[in-house]
C-alpha cells in the first residue's frame, strides 16, 4: 500500500466550478500536511499547509484536514482557467516527505 | 513563502558529458535540500537528502557516483550528472525547508529540464 493516495485525475471543470481534491494516506504518524500546484514544466508551488485537523482558508482555497479517517481535501472556489495544473498533495514525518500523485486539473473558460 | 532558485532552468548536452545544477535558498539558511527527479505526468520521485558540510543520502537504486550532490554552504545545494546519457534525460527540481521555526514547510525550486542528445 502506498504511503499516499491521490486520484490522478484528470477532472475537468466549468469555470467558475468549485473544485474538489483529496488524498488519503495511510501513516497516522504525519505532522504536516501541503498541497502543492504545479504548472506544466515548473516546479511546485506551495499552496496550503496545515499541522492540525480541521479547516484552513485562504482566498479561494480551503484545506481540511480529518486525521482520524487519514484524508485530506483541497477545495477550490470559484475555479479559474488559471487554476488549470496538477495539484500535489504531500505529508510529512520530520524530514521524510511523501507526495501523492498529483490530480490534473483543466478549468473550462 | 520562502524562495527556492534553481539553474539552470532548461539545458541541453551532449552524451558523455557532465551537467552541473544549482540549487539556491535566497532568504533562508538551509541545512537539508532535497533533490528530486520527475518524469512527465508522474510524481517526485526523491534522488537523495543533501546535509550542509556532509555527504549526501541517497535513495535505493539512485547511483551517487552518477549523481553527485554537494551541499558546501547553508544556501547552496549542487547536482552534478556525470557523464550523461539520453536516459537521464529529465525534469529535475530541489527543494528546501527553513530550518526555523521548524514548521515543516518545504519549497521547491523552478526546475532544470535536462535533455541529452
Known amino acids: 500500500q502506498k504511503e499516499v493516495e491521490q486520484d490522478p485525475g484528470p477532472l475537468s471543470v466549468p469555470e467558475g466550478a468549485i473544485v474538489s481534491l483529496n488524498c488519503t494516506y495511510s501513516n497516522s504518524a504525519f505532522q504536516y500536511f501541503m498541497w502543492y500546484r504545479q504548472y506544466s514544466r515548473k516546479g511546485p508551488e506551495l499552496l496550503m499547509y496545515t499541522y492540525s485537523s480541521g479547516n484552513k482558508e485562504d482566498g479561494r482555497f480551503t484545506a481540511q484536514v480529518d486525521k482520524s479517517s487519514k484524508y485530506i481535501s483541497l477545495f477550490i472556489r470559484d475555479s479559474q482557467p488559471s487554476d488549470s495544473a496538477t495539484y500535489l498533495c504531500?505529508?510529512?514525518?520530520?524530514?521524510?516527505?511523501?507526495f501523492g500523485t498529483g490530480t490534473s486539473l483543466t478549468v473550462i473558460p | 513563502g520562502a524562495v527556492v532558485s534553481q539553474h539552470p532552468s532548461w539545458v541541453i548536452c551532449k552524451s558523455g558529458t557532465s551537467v552541473k545544477i544549482e540549487c539556491r535558498s535566497l532568504d533562508f539558511q538551509a541545512t537539508t535540500m532535497f533533490w528530486y527527479r520527475q518524469f512527465p505526468k508522474q510524481s517526485l520521485m526523491l534522488m537523495a537528502t543533501s546535509n550542509e558540510g556532509s555527504k549526501a543520502t541517497y535513495e535505493q537504486g539512485v547511483e551517487k557516483d552518477k549523481f553527485l550532490i554537494n551541499h558546501a554552504s547553508l544556501t547552496l545545494s549542487t547536482l552534478t550528472v556525470t557523464s550523461a546519457h539520453p536516459e537521464d534525460s529529465s525534469f529535475y527540481i530541489c527543494?528546501?525547508?527553513?530550518?526555523?521555526?521548524?514548521?515543516?514547510?518545504?519549497?521547491f525550486g523552478e526546475g532544470s529540464r535536462l535533455t541529452v542528445l
Open positions: 527543494s528546501a525547508r527553513p530550518p526555523v521555526p521548524n514548521t515543516g514547510e518545504l519549497f
Open positions: 504531500a505529508m510529512s514525518q520530520g524530514n521524510q516527505f511523501y
